[in-house]
């Protein structure tokens, strides 16, 4: 079968795990045979196909995914995907494909306009990988995009054959259920009772900021204002909404202030310490300086884990102010919630129980396909203001008679069973094997750091709190817009050489010598010197760079 249940799935990557009993990480392997090479299926996996549907039948096109003929269906049609994924993994050769973005556009323009019936999907599929970011290449570690636990996918894929709707019971009678389970769980892990608290599936941290946003706005202005926001509106003229959070923070804030009604305005960017977290004092004197101008402090929107950085505001302040102030607190924990998993980070996380609401992304550091957002409120009667009725998917008497709906939960109606590929990775590996995965990744970015610090050409920005961290290329010539154009150059070289996925970003701040480099370590097997040869090849860009 597969090598190891928490194999990466992206085909090409160099960081497959097989044969001890257990990983340099010491992570807990399924005693399975060894993977087969890229260019063949597994043999046993191809006899247990076959036993669905003979090799050599084709699925007419038009066949369909689900009942008892699904399978035999989809079994030719896996074995096409396979095989392109490989061939395409082996023709892109490492983190991405070498080349211009127009260059690739075209190529991908001459596939689709060629591809034409039963070879739509190969060769489709072909130009599909080829053409990918490759998350599980140990070059490839720009950004929260994580290479997905191989148990992962093959979960979807029975959500993506089974197809169901979490909209209403009767489209989706299991997964109802599941995610439900599931959330109760998550709910623990973040500290709330799992009786009292509530929650629902997203698609990331920006619709899950959304919501707390929306909830905070429903109940804070409709207390002042004595009437339902959600049905009468934000009122205009009076006290003006503030939302605040640090300059830091992601801008999904600003914009589901301004999809809420607020406008992104109603924001107030705090100010941020040399670590890019949130300075207590400067949100206190911004609550204060609100309050004596008669406006609203709607939120208190505090980042555990930053995108840059992966910084942690300080939690139980923010929740002491908001309290006092009669905030809402909400807590965007997308990137920083995976340090829940782990015994050794999880204190970073402490006082996030005391949050009204949190937002938690699998699909970062929790090595699950896109989407797996959580959004979770410690206590469900603050959802009230989502509460929705449609007779033709939760009328009262199907209810009343024992058919629970997770309608009134989500903002979207039609929903994939998202809580599905989650469940069957935790039940899989447990918390304490994602905990592992959390602390390699942790150990990894320590580790290449220190090889930043020992380089001569290269300047740290500061350590890694999660499995980030931010640096610089040194050109000879030190001049602070020089060293910008060099380093956003450098970037730009690896990717047209097919050579690395570097991230890049700029300190808070004005003027030149704000860029910095970003590596974002996701991928639980890469090797220090995996690392350190990523690294090198910064360098080895930047004087490149220097010389034109």
């Given amino acids: 079968m597969t090598g190891k249940v928490h194999e990466l799935s992206a085909a090409g990557g160099e960081s497959a795990v097989a044969g001890d009993a257990e990983d340099r990480h010491g992570l807990r392997l399924v005693p399975e045979p060894a993977a087969p090479p890229a260019d063949a299926l597994d043999e046993e996996m191809a ?39 490989a061939e395409g993994a082996e023709r892109r050769g490492g983190p991405l494909a070498a080349g211009t973005p127009a260059e690739l556009a075209a190529d991908v323009a001459r596939v689709f306009a060629e591809a034409d019936g039963d070879d739509a999907l190969g060769r489709l599929t072909d ?50 259920a599941l995610e439900t389970l599931l959330l109760g769980e998550l709910a623990q892990l973040v500290g709330y009772d799992p009786a009292e608290a509530a929650g629902v599936l997203t698609s990331g941290g920006t619709e899950s900021n959304l919501m707390g946003l929306m909830l905070a706005r429903d109940r804070v202005l409709g207390r002042e204002g004595g009437r339902q926001i959600e049905l009468s509106g934000v009122p205009g003229g009076g006290p003006r909404p503030r939302i605040f959070t640090s300059a830091a923070a992601h801008f999904s804030v600003q914009r589901s202030a301004a999809l809420l009604g607020l406008g992104e305005d109603a924001v107030v960017p705090v100010p941020v310490d040399d670590r890019l977290r949130l300075k207590p004092r400067a949100l206190a004197a911004a609550l204060s300086a609100c309050v004596a101008e008669g406006d609203i402090p709607v939120a208190i929107v505090a980042t555990a884990g930053t995108t840059d950085t992966g910084a942690v505001d300080p939690l139980r302040t923010c929740a002491s102010l908001a309290a006092e102030y009669g ?106 094997g994602l905990g592992r995965l959390v602390d390699a990744c942790h ?42 154009r060099v380093n956003a150059a450098l970037r730009r070289r690896l990717l047209r050489e097919g050579r690395a996925v570097v991230g890049r970003t700029e300190l808070p701040g004005e003027g030149p010598g704000r860029v910095r480099l970003k590596l974002t370590l996701l991928n639980p097997h890469t090797t220090t010197d995996e690392v350190q040869r990523l690294l090198d090849a910064v360098v080895a860009a930047g004087r490149a760079e220097e010389q034109r």
């Fill in 47 to 85: 006899g247990l196909l076959c036993e669905v549907a003979p090799a050599s039948s084709g699925a007419p096109n038009t066949a369909l995914s689900g009942g008892t003929g699904g399978p035999g269906a989809l079994t030719p049609l896996l074995r096409t995907v396979l095989a392109a994924l």
């Fill in 127 to 176: 130009v599909l990988a080829h053409g990918s970011a490759d998350p599980a290449d140990p070059a490839c570690a720009a950004h929260l995009h994580c290479p997905p636990l191989a148990v992962a996918v093959a979960a979807d894929l029975a959500v993506s054959a089974l197809n169901p709707s979490q909209d209403s019971w009767d489209q989706a009678p299991a997964a109802t």
């Fill in 443 to 484: 150990e990894l970015a320590h580790s290449g750091a220190a090889a930043v610090r020992a380089h001569p050409r290269l300047e740290l920005h500061a350590d890694p709190i999660l499995t980030a961290f931010l640096f610089r290329y040194l050109p000879e010539n030190t001049d602070p817009e020089h060293t910008d």
């Fill in 327 to 432: 905030a809402w607190l909400h807590v965007d924990a997308a990137y920083g919630g995976g340090a829940l998993l782990s015994d050794r980070l999880a204190p970073l996380m402490g006082g996030i129980a005391l949050a009204d609401s949190v937002s938690l992304d699998w699909h970062k550091l929790g090595w699950q396909p896109v989407a797996a957002g959580i959004f979770l409120v410690r206590r469900a009667e603050t959802y009230a203001s989502l509460a929705r009725r449609a007779v033709y998917l939760n009328p009262q008497d199907d209810e009343e008679a024992g058919y629970p709906s997770l309608l009134g939960l989500s903002l979207r109606t039609t929903r994939r069973a998202d809580a599905f590929k989650i469940a069957v990775t935790l039940r899989t590996l447990g918390r304490a």
